[in-house]
């Protein structure tokens, strides 16, 4: 068929190019060591920063939950898919980060998708870095609205853009940046929200349990909070090692959200097991401070040793240390040499990133060794 042969086309051109992706299965539990295809690896891809997916109390809290409440929610938060869990876990969540109330989702993914399209419409204009995550994009596409993109952390492009538009209505960024580990300059963008009286929105998915006091994040790592950054999504999959997201803001933006968020009106609620999973990992993470701690050390180790080697790294002081390759087709070949070393270190390639800064994305956890990061700084010496 001929439509056949144009999928078929494309995907041959794709695979030219560098920019074919594929899975990967892994045999069993996730962690800092896993199993493909029957070899064992050292993961340096996952962004379970803190080592919270395979806490054996994170594990019981799970089980528990399944024996108390079943598996499914059954339905929408809104028609009766709202448990009790879900109710505690938002009231927790507000006390820890300081927002007056939160509404959970099923994913950030959607998270971002329902607040842009709840907050814009057609005639407004929204401002986002260039380097923010895929879903930032996405939801102001789904809103219909005017999406205007700044230059990487460049608060007076920023500023000139913003005094252009009389229709400016949000200025939404990655916290911390996926893909590149650096901080969003919040002090700087609270504040030009605040003069021309916009909406701040901040995902942060990747600062969430990494910064911050106890791991509130990227709002708390800089000292600010609901009067500055008036609404924050933060995902439950990365550090927290679950799965789930929650947007937490004003009384009035939550009812709002529970009004006009399709991504949250029409989809099946998180099953309450997982949020009680998600309870136990935010009540250890924030009591567990040598978590975080291990995890700076060992960002300092892998950055010494790596500047040693005269490695290309960006300037994150996250876990997220990116070594950009540029290529898209020599990523995959560095990425699959250390594979064979023992290493799981996935090729990031465009248009997950832009074209000709394709990267090996390491990512650092609580839950590896100082020896394992040793070990990583001698492969990659011998593979680039
Ligand atoms: C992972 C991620 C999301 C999406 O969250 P999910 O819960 O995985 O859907 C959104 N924003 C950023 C910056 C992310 O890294």
Known sequence: MRRDQILAERL????????????????????????????????????????????????AA??????????????????????????????????????ER????????????????????????????RLNHASLLDGVRL??????????GDVSALKSLVEEQPQACLLATDGVFSMDGDLAPLPEMADLARCRDLWLYVDDAHGFGVLGKEGAGSISHFGLGPKHVPIVMATFGKALG????????????????????????????????????VRMSLALMQRENWRREKLTDLIARFRRGASALGLNLIDSSTPIQPLIVGDSLRALEVSRSLQAKGFWLSAIRPPTVPVGT???????????????????????????
């Open 12 to 59: 041959k051109r794709r695979r030219e190019q560098g920019l074919y992706r594929s899975l990967e299965v892994v045999t069993d539990r996730q962690g800092v060591e896993v199993v493909v295809k029957g070899q064992k690896l050292i993961n340096f891809s996952s962004n379970d920063y803190l080592g919270m997916a395979s806490h054996p109390q994170v594990i």
């Open 62 to 99: 799970m089980k528990r939950g399944a024996d108390r409440y079943g598996i499914g929610s059954g339905a929408s938060h809104l028609v009766s898919g709202h448990f009790q869990s879900h109710a505690e876990l938002e009231q927790e969540l507000a006390e820890f980060v300081g927002y």
């Open 102 to 129: 939160t509404l959970l989702f099923s994913t950030g993914y959607q998270a971002n998708l329902g607040v842009l399209t709840a907050l814009s419409s057609r005639n407004d204009w929204v401002f986002e870095d």
């Open 143 to 152: 809103a219909g609205a005017n999406l205007k993109r700044y230059p990487h």
């Open 242 to 277: 679950v799965f789930g997201a929650f947007v937490a803001g004003s009384e009035l933006l939550i009812e709002t959200l529970i009004q006009q968020a399709r991504t949250f009106i029409y989809t099946t609620a998180l099953p309450p097991a997982l949020t009680e999973a």
């Open 358 to 384: 394709a990267r090996l994305r390491i990512t650092l956890s609580a839950a590896h060794s100082e020896t394992q990061v040793d070990r990583l700084l001698e492969a990659l010496s011998q593979s680039l």
